[in-house]
T-cell receptor, first 113, second 113 residues
């Protein structure tokens, strides 16, 4: 059972380059999330989606874009990479009820040089 | 808005000793509370959750947590630490109405042989 799959696992970008972090889930979850994790800071919510065609900003959305064309996929786009976006990015999904846990992917480690 | 404070960014215990990781939350309404564990180079995994059914919640690997409304706390405990418990632990809170999770900054647990 795959759960939440993130690609790539590692990536190095140059300043100003763009890239898309892929996330797909096979649990038919309506809710999907993107977080970034920086040392000692916990997880910060970037964007989330409550269903196909619906997205909303989280705590730290600047510099990122998302789309949700299908239930399964929730890609995160970096248009102009900056060193401050060096981080570990996690995608998660869940059922709609708040008491349901989120299921996490293994993360994408991104370095901007 | 809800928030989570985890006291102690790093806790070190001896193998076989009691594990106590502290979490305090702030919320204007009864929250849902979660503990997640993160092993190196992996995503987060659910340990346990509080959803108002019972104040003492049992999770995987003999972890448990007690919801104390008067103290606004949800501390995580385990009677006897094992080397395999070494990881980072995150407390998270959300409210009803499908609001996204808010994570604490995490506590790294080290277990000494």
């Amino acid at each position: 059972n795959a759960g939440v799959t993130q690609t790539p696992k590692f990536r190095i970008l140059k300043i100003g380059q763009s890239m898309t972090l892929q996330c797909t889930q096979d649990m038919n979850h309506n809710y999907m999330y993107w977080y970034r994790q920086d040392p000692g800071m916990g997880l910060k919510l970037i964007y989330y989606s409550v269903g196909a065609g619906i997205t909303d900003k989280g705590e730290v959305p600047n510099g990122y874009n998302v789309s949700r064309s299908t239930t399964e996929d929730f890609p995160l786009r970096l248009e102009l990479a900056a060193p401050s976006q060096t981080s570990v990015y996690f995608c998660a999904s869940s059922h709609p009820n708040s008491n349901q846990p989120q299921h996490f992917g293994d993360g994408t480690r991104l370095s901007i040089l | 808005a809800q928030s989570v404070t985890q006291l102690g960014s790093h806790v070190s215990v001896s193998e076989g000793a009691l594990v106590l990781l502290r979490c305090n939350y702030s919320s204007s309404v009864p929250p849902y509370l979660f503990w997640y564990v993160q092993y190196p180079n992996q995503g987060l995994q659910l340990l346990l959750k509080y959803t108002s059914a019972a104040t003492l919640v049992k999770g995987i690997n003999d972890f448990e947590a007690e919801f104390k409304k008067s103290e606004t706390s949800f501390h995580l405990t385990k009677p006897s630490a094992h080397m395999s418990d070494a990881a980072e632990y995150f407390c998270a809170v959300t409210l009803s109405g499908n609001t996204p999770l808010v994570f604490g900054k995490g506590t790294r647990l080290s277990v000494i042989a």
